[in-house]
């Protein structure tokens, strides 16, 4: 698999993950992504599921997205006309990279967004993929804008 | 043949179907099967141990086969079998290696929660005497390498604890103190030297046992600890050690680890004699099952005041330590329900049966304490009521208004409460020194009618002399304030401390 990923992200998509990051600190949040895979420009998430935090282990460190939950995503990305791209998750006071704990726990083939948030406020949002071996993440190409396949976008980034 | 379905982030290994055909009698079987067909899927769904992966659930129809039989969960060829994601992760305190967690299984034994983080050669080299313990063994020492342990305390117990859960390779050490090392201290905490003296005791402490063991993660609190932070201060750790000296704060960590339902590796001591238990576990009783309330204050004195064998904490802390790394490896018979009392001069363990009291406040069956409280207050020693200003000018003096009056010649009668060999280390001149527990005998060598002046070591003791006195008819009696410390303190700091 590639490991030179780009997603991007929709501006409205962008501000709801900061959002949310913010309203749980010093929580973790999570919630997934909704868009469209296989285009050319890469993936596009163009919503988002917020979703509650069921970690039974101190939210301050940990998130948790039950199967229940899980399900739930899925079938509101079939509603919403896209489908599941990943999760993403809130790091208070953390760098927004992976942790060991992230990489015990990941799925293969999503997109985990990670945003940082310090002293309440949401600093860098960084996009992750687990390889295909498990050893680690690769991290994608975050990109931030409406539309993937404008012409400005294939000006700068195609 | 079963229909399995497959989730989105696994469709990839399955030549992106949403569902597959497999064979097998039971669930175990049928995911075998599945992963022959299809061998992309082993890595994610089944750990090293060939164990299916925490955050992996299989449900048939619409159970989750945990609460079915598991692996061995028989299915019909009607029934459709589902993989469903949990999706975990989050930030880490510290290093990432050691962000083991544990959780305590159905037995109240701790387990990790994930893959276990693995030995380097060194850490193999330095644990080898423990890794050839079958009981032990590579996966134990992972287990202590994953565990998280808080201390509660840098002094007489932490001292010991923190030095041997180092050395054992417990991976993450907190230690949570706000004081600084004392000349005082060093008769038994081993964690400070003497040129440590005046530093902090958490960087003191962090010397130390990096020096045991560099490859362990130190993490510091100097702070109190109080109702406000205890749950947040608690919340990443496996086993909460106490090894604290008051009971307002011994009450606030039982409490906060029922709360938490995490394990409080307990241990007091006092003049020759320590206790200890493993409290707040899930069928275990917790403090307050032994001790509903705090004793009066005052009536129990605190080492300070009644002084400490040096050993003791030893033995004490050891203990604790000991039954830390039981809990954390999930080996052995914890101290559970059991009280072990512990008798230095006689050299004698005695242990009581303990048990669970289902009218217990904090652990019964109905809680009334459900959140942490006031604990000061709880045990009567907290800024409470003020006193008038006008009763307390009338109940006790300072320092350095008892050396201003004596420098104007007056001359109240000093009564010193302490006891023969405390008044061999320091005295104030001119104080007559009757103990604290001669006094109803021996009062009637006072005049009732005379200014009396008393203090102890630090106001405590003195101040149930005085209201004694008070009682018997003595007109005028003050309390030192701070006792003979706050004296050396402000007044004669030729006097040694103790």
Known sequence: MPHDRRLSIASAVDAAIRRHGQETYPHECCGALVGRSGEAAGAHVFDVVPLPNTTEEGPRRRFLVRPSDYRLAERRAGEMGGELLGFYHSHPDHPARPSQYDLDHAWPTFAYIIVSVANGAAADMTVWYLRDDRSSFDEGNLHHGENPHSDTAAAVHG | ?498
């Open chain 2, 1 to 498: 043949m079963a229909k399995i379905l497959i989730p989105t982030p696994l469709r990839p290994y399955t030549d992106k179907q949403d569902a597959v055909d497999a064979t097998g009698a039971t669930v175990g079987e049928l995911l075998a099967d599945l992963t022959r067909r299809h061998s992309g899927l082993k890595a994610h769904l089944y750990n090293d141990q060939g164990k299916l992966r925490s955050f992996v659930n299989v449900y048939v129809n619409d159970e989750d086969i945990r609460y079915l039989q598991k692996e061995d969960t028989p299915v019909a060829a009607a029934d459709t079998v589902s993989i469903i994601p949990s999706v975990a992760g989050g930030a880490t305190t510290t290093d990432d290696v050691r962000s083991g967690r544990l959780q305590a299984d159905r037995d109240g034994r701790l387990q990790p929660d994930h893959e276990l983080p693995q030995l380097t050669n060194d850490e193999v080299k330095r644990y080898s005497r423990h890794l050839i313990m079958p009981e032990v063994g590579v996966e134990g020492q992972r287990k202590l390498k994953a565990g998280k342990v808080l201390c509660i305390g840098a002094g007489g117990l932490g001292s010991p604890v923190g030095m041997y859960l180092a050395a054992a390779g417990v991976g993450t050490i907190g230690i949570v103190d706000f004081d600084v090392v004392d000349f005082s201290n060093l008769q038994r905490q081993i964690l400070h030297g003497t040129p440590d003296v005046g530093r902090s005791k958490l960087a003191s402490a962090k010397d130390r046992l990096h020096a045991l063991n560099p490859e362990i993660e130190i993490q510091t609190y100097e702070t109190a600890l109080s109702s406000q932070n205890a749950m947040q201060l608690f919340e990443p750790y496996d086993v909460i050690v106490d090894g604290t000296d008051n009971f307002p704060t011994r009450y606030l960590v039982n409490d906060a680890c029922v709360l938490l339902g995490k394990p409080n590796a307990y241990g007091s001591i006092f003049r020759f004699e320590g206790q200890a238990s493993v409290f707040a576990m899930k069928d275990g009783p917790c403090y307050r099952c032994l001790y509903p309330e705090p004793p009066p204050p005052g009536l129990v004195p605190s080492c300070a005041e009644g002084g400490v064998l040096g050993v003791l904490p030893g033995i004490i802390g050891v203990i604790q330590a000991t039954e830390t790394v039981k809990l954390i490896m999930g080996i052995g018979e914890p101290l559970i329900g059991r009280f072990l009392i512990y008798d230095a001069l006689r050299m004698k363990f005695r242990e009581l049966k303990l048990r669970k009291d289902p009218d217990c406040p904090v652990c019964g069956t109905h809680p009334t304490v459900t959140k942490l409280i006031d604990y000061e207050q709880f045990c009567g020693v907290g800024p409470a009521a003020p006193e008038p200003v006008a009763v307390n000018n009338a109940t006790e003096i300072t320092s350095v208004d008892l050396k201003k009056r004596l420098d104007r010649g007056d001359r109240p009668k000093i009564v010193d409460v302490r006891e023969p060999n405390e008044y061999q280390i320091n005295r104030i001149a001119g104080s007559t020194l009757i103990p604290l527990g001669d006094i109803p005998k021996r009062y009637n060598e006072l005049d009732p009618d005379e200014e009396v002046v008393v203090h102890c070591k630090m106001g405590g003791r003195s101040a149930k002399a005085a209201d004694f006195l008070r009682s018997v008819g003595f007109k005028r009696v003050l309390n030192l304030k701070g006792g003979i410390l706050d004296w050396i303190d402000k007044v004669d700091p030729s006097q040694p401390k103790y």
